[in-house]
């Protein structure tokens, strides 16, 4: 089955208030690529003020906390994020996996919150150099996927991205081969999981996505759009990704 390209900012950490006004200009020139979803997903303090400024677009939260409310301080739970009108979440980054020892039952509790919540998720998996050197990177990530996605979701609001760690932010990229390997074996996981709902299922490819190695990897088998940090932070070096994912739809 067809599947829509899904081409995804995650800004990580960076952006203040003046930074809406890219936000703008990036939505605006996806309009020119049809048949291309594109969301953002800026810290949480820029949410509210995207969706003011550019409403109808799918802007989303870049992690979330597993319970409705309660004493997390610091924390913002998947409701708080669909009350200021987010669309969706990224959850298992692999940022928060290292950085905030988050496991897979935490990750799978995030999901089910954000589900709950009405959000779309993106649910990241991707492993470590020693794992892919090792030629151990497909367990590693089969496992991910067994131990992170829930059991129980419209196959249409969960997305997978394997995103391998040593590949983000460093300019390092899989070799295609290696990708369509992964993402047949993540398919192909998912399918004996869930059946035909597996074909409903978006799995993008994060990790050094840039304006001139997009159209490789998003014409690659299996690979159904792009989560990308550093090249998503400007009009300049994002648009010709969502350029690329909407010539390869
Ligand atoms: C990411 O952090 O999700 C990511 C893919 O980053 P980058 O595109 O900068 O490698």
Known sequence: MTRRKFVVGNWKM????????????????????AGVDVAICPPFTLIGAMVAAAPGRAIGGQDCHSAESGAFTGSVAAPMLADIGAE???????????????????????????LAAGLSVILCVGEPREVRESGGAIDFVLAQIAGSVPDDFDPQRLAIAYEPIWAIGTGLVPTVADVAAMHGAIRGALAGRFGDAA???????????????????????????????????TAAKFVPIIAAGAASG
């Open 14 to 33: 960076n952006g203040l208030s003046g930074a809406v006004g890219e936000a703008q200009a990036i939505f605006a020139a996806a309009d020119d690529h």
């Open 199 to 233: 074909d409903r299922m978006r799995i993008l490819y994060g990790g050094s996505v840039n304006g001139e190695n997009a159209a490789e990897l998003l014409g690659t088998g299996d690979v159904d759009g792009a989560l990308v940090g550093g090249a998503s932070l």
């Open 88 to 114: 969706l979440v990224i959850v298992g980054h692999s940022e928060r996996r290292e950085g905030f020892g988050e496991s897979d039952a935490d990750v799978r509790a995030k999901a089910g919150a954000g």
